[in-house]
């Protein structure tokens, strides 16, 4: 086997290492902030939950209206 070690191929070895190294340092970076610095999690019940609360105050006010409209059409009728 004629194999002769050069400094070109120490050169390229440390390269090829290196550049190994630096990609899985930030592949490793890459899934610490994907982690821990993601967006919003949108918590599906909670959103449901509130539309569900903001309905019940519009139909508490809606309701609310409909009986005061009742009262004085009732009211005027009387007069």
């Excluded at 902030?33 to 959103?47: K, Q, R, S, T, Y």
Aim: with cysteine; charged share 35%; hydrophobic share 45%.
């Amino acid at each position: 086997m004629d194999f002769e070690i050069t400094i070109d191929t120490i050169f390229y070895a440390l390269l090829t290492v290196l550049t190994g190294v630096l990609s899985f340092l930030l592949f490793m970076f890459s899934c610490f902030m994907a982690l821990f610095f993601h967006g919003p999690v949108i918590d599906d019940e909670a959103v449901l939950n509130q539309r569900w609360h903001l309905e019940k105050e519009r139909r508490k006010r809606r309701d609310r209206r409909r009986r005061r409209r009742a009262r004085r059409e009732q009211r005027n009728n009387l007069s």
